[in-house]
């Protein structure tokens, strides 16, 4: 797996780790542990209307996993915060 400070927040050229395949690889944002603690703090601060969900449905918070558009595989985790 390849470290935060290779990987950005958008595709970008990297060597697969599984294939070997070089080129632009693909991202989804997958909520991290930071959304999980966000929204546990709305909680706590009596946010449970619904909006304790918001920080799950802002992309800014996810964190930015990236896959290898050859064989598929994730290829490294650019986390928002480390927790
Ligand atoms: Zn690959």
Redesign the pocket.
């Known amino acids: 797996m390849l470290q935060k400070s290779e990987l950005g927040e958008e595709p970008q050229i990297c060597v ?1 780790p ?2 070997k ?1 070089q080129g632009y690889s693909f991202v989804e944002r997958d909520p991290g542990c930071c959304i999980f603690l966000m929204c546990t703090g709305c909680v706590c601060m009596g946010c449970v209307a619904g909006c304790c969900l918001m920080p799950c449905v802002v992309t800014d918070f996810k964190d930015v996993t990236h896959y ?1 558009v ?2 598929g ?1 994730k290829i490294g985790t650019h986390p928002i915060f480390f927790c």
């Open positions: 697969c599984h294939c395949y290898c050859n064989c595989l």
